[in-house]
Nanobody, 115 residues
Framework: QVQLVESGGGLVQPGGSLRLSCAAS????????MNWYRQAPGKQRESVAF???????TYTDSVKGRFTISRDNAKNTAYLQMNNLKPEDTAIYYC?????????WGQGTQVTVSS
């Protein structure tokens, strides 16, 4: 059974940092292209960051220069380093992994940016 499990969310003040982790089990991470999505209350889920199997990355404009997506295939884990967090980054963050034939989702982790 394939599982993606996020961790690392929490409450942080504006300007602070968090690192989210997405641990994969039941599948080798190196066959997955990985995404981080987020969904704020009352809003649609949006893609935040993407990393290919080979390590190329893309970001939505609102997080460029602040967020970094990475992967450690040896640890079967993907990461999202979030710096200079803003209140508008408050959302549930989900990791998503896509193989050639399947798409997998984690359960989400809450990130709240507030003073």
């Amino acid at each position: 059974q394939v599982q993606l499990v996020e961790s690392g969310g929490g409450l942080v003040q504006p300007g602070g940092s968090l690192r989210l982790s997405c641990a994969a089990s039941g599948i080798r991470l190196n066959i997955l292209a990985m995404n981080w999505y987020r969904q704020a209350p009352g809003k649609q889920r949006e893609s935040v960051a993407f990393i290919t199997r080979g390590g190329m990355t893309t970001y939505t404009d609102s997080v460029k220069g602040r967020f970094t997506i990475s992967r450690d295939n040896a640890k079967n884990t993907a990461y999202l380093q979030m710096n200079n967090l803003k209140p508008e980054d408050t959302a549930i963050y989900y990791c998503n992994g896509n193989s050639a034939s399947n798409s997998y989702w984690g359960q989400g982790t809450q990130v709240t940016v507030s003073s």
